[in-house]
């Protein structure tokens, strides 16, 4: 048995940076803008901004209080955090999810990572002068081999794997150091670095005006009304079987009466004018919204309530919250927000940007957008240097709870917990990287574990911080040290409505996702991840699914065998 060394923060800006750190992502200046733009933009943000109050600040408290519960009695990982919580030994296994779940994730996420390090070198060496998307996206789809397993394994300039040994390399240096001299320390230098790097690209992007003379419609204007107007304008024309089909939407207000005039004199062509009370009537808005604040603040990933454990009784945990949610809203909606859909739509054009997803709008559109504007390159290795420092500082936090569930279930020292954590997440990641065709195994693995149990694990956080523990007894946890006191309606939030909500939201996003039915029309087309584990089998989404399932029965083992949990009872 090996003595663990006890760890802690060195400041409360170190946590505070270090959480921020792990909710800021590619997911701030990728994913946000495509889903806020895909979703009606005002109408987006206002579902966002309720998912927000009513769900992510909620569970994000109640994971520091949790967090920092089950730290005073010498518990860091999820297990051992629920174990001694509710001193139920059947919630022990349920805060495996809380392991599984970022250690899975890193996996696959590291492999974007150096997605993002290599396209920062690529264009710092001159290697991304591309004139067209599709140009594009054929150096994306050969670089990290998305046409053929086994294809991503090169080590050229141009291929993933050189970039993708440095950046996993970093990672076990910077967690091997521990919690203050790796995540904190390097949580402490690349915040600030990428606040300012982003402001400095936000500024070049605002000043972009109107590139292209002859394409009056395509400037930043319309890029911050594509993503921000609550009205859209859609316009829509009939098929040979009399099917409205949508074709585009304008944001120009020219080009707005040119195409109302049009469809004005014509059978064939109509516009909807889509108000933001339709908008909020659709339930799809409201799951993307929900699943946007889930990626946006770490929630439900296993990371806070890790993260808040290895702070003192009396760290205030209320202002900490609050500060680490608030910065990483303002990387998300302030730059991220303002850069990357103004940026595409103002060389674009609303078309050639709409429905483009995170990985189409990132990897495809944003580097042919860099390498057409002035500085191109310059501005193009800011942009995913920017990236690859939001991407480390996630992945780092993916990390220190599987390295704080080893060290605890085990009873191993750092260097033994992070040898062993290595060569589980080099599996992983080597499965992930080489069947890379289509990225089928990213996708898979995101889907099951990036979305589906992180619904299922903020559902099981809150209930038990609601009706376990009891919402006013841990609202009277987090007065200790704090300057200010959550507001005590915040009770029945987190006991009532956060909890229904999130039931409600997990049923449809079950029912639309995995059952495949439009919540529309009431249609129903099996997703294609149910197809592909039961009605059309795919060789590569059933190892992935098998990947979990033999990573969570690891896991779940070394929970059942641990000494200390089993010795836990009601009254200790």
């Not at 390295?403 to 605890?408: D, K, N, S």
């Not at 946890?477 to 987190?494: C, D, H, N, T």
């Not at 059933?542 to 690891?554: F, H």
Request: contains cysteine; hydrophobic residues 50%; glycine residues 10%.
């Amino acid at each position: 048995m090996v003595k663990r060394i006890k760890e802690s923060w060195n400041s409360r800006l170190g946590v505070i940076l270090a959480v921020a750190g792990s909710a800021v992502g590619l997911g701030n200046f990728l994913r946000f803008p495509g889903q806020a733009a895909e979703y009606g933009g005002g109408a987006f943000m206002l579902a966002y901004f309720i998912s927000f109050l009513l769900i992510g600040l909620p569970i994000c408290w109640a994971e520091w209080i949790m967090g920092r519960h089950g730290g005073q009695a010498g518990f860091n990982s999820c297990p051992g955090i629920f174990n001694y919580i509710t001193r139920r030994p059947a919630f022990k296994y349920i805060g495996v999810i809380g392991v599984l779940i970022p250690v899975i994730i890193y996996m696959y996420y590291v492999y974007i990572e150096a997605w993002c390090l290599g396209y920062a070198v690529n264009f710092l060496t001159g290697n991304m002068d591309f004139t067209s998307v599709e140009q594009s996206g054929e150096f994306w789809g050969n670089f990290i081999g998305i046409g053929a397993d086994g294809s991503a394994m090169g080590f050229g300039l141009q291929q993933v794997g050189f970039y993708l040994l440095l950046v996993f390399i970093l990672n076990f240096v910077l967690i091997y150091r521990g919690i203050s001299r790796g995540i904190e320390l390097f949580c402490k230098y690349a915040m600030p670095t990428l606040v300012v790097i982003a402001f400095i690209i936000l500024l070049r992007v605002l000043t972009l005006g109107t590139p292209d003379l002859e394409q009056p419609a395509r400037n930043v204007s319309n890029g911050l009304g594509f993503m921000w107007n609550p009205v859209k304008h859609v316009v829509e024309l009939k098929d040979e079987t009399g099917t409205w089909v949508v074709d585009r939407e304008v944001v120009d207000e020219q080009r707005l009466a040119a195409v109302n005039a049009a469809a004005a004199n014509s059978d064939t062509m109509r516009v909807r004018h889509i108000s933001m009370r339709q908008q909020l009537l659709n339930p799809q808005l409201w799951l993307a919204a929900a699943g946007q604040i889930f990626f946006s603040l770490s929630v439900g990933f296993g990371v806070i309530i890790t993260y808040s454990s290895y702070m003192s009784k009396n760290d205030d945990v209320v202002l900490s919250g609050l500060a680490a949610t608030s910065a990483n809203e303002f990387c998300e909606v302030a730059l991220g927000g303002l850069i990357t859909l103004p940026a595409a739509v103002t060389f674009l054009g609303v078309a050639g940007v709409a429905g483009m997803g995170t990985f189409g709008l990132g990897f495809n559109v944003l580097p042919m957008v860099f390498a057409n504007m002035a500085f191109g390159e310059m501005f193009g290795f800011l942009f995913f240097f920017l990236l690859f420092l939001a991407a480390v500082t996630s992945s780092l936090s993916m990390l220190q709870p599987g390295i704080a569930f080893l060290e605890e279930a085990m009873k191993i020292n750092r260097k033994q917990s992070v040898a062993l954590l290595g060569l589980i997440t080099a599996i992983g990641c080597g499965f992930v990287v080489y069947f890379s065709k289509d990225v089928k195994a990213l996708d898979t693995l995101d889907f099951w574990i990036g979305t589906f149990l992180i619904f299922v694990l903020s559902t099981f956080q809150i209930i038990i911080f609601g009706w376990v523990l009891g919402a006013d007894k841990g609202l009277d946890f987090a007065k200790q040290g704090a300057a200010i006191r959550i507001p005590r309606f915040f009770s029945f939030v987190m006991k009532y409505i956060s909890p229904a909500l999130l039931l409600i939201i997990f049923g449809l996003w079950m029912a639309a996702n995995i059952f495949g039915i439009n919540l529309s029309t009431g249609e129903t087309h099996y997703s294609n991840y149910v197809v592909d584990l039961f009605i059309e089998p795919n060789t590569v989404a059933r190892l992935s699914v098998g990947l979990i399932l033999l990573v969570a029965g690891l896991f779940t083992l070394i929970t059942a065998i641990n000494p200390d949990y089993k010795n836990l009872n009601k009254k200790q």
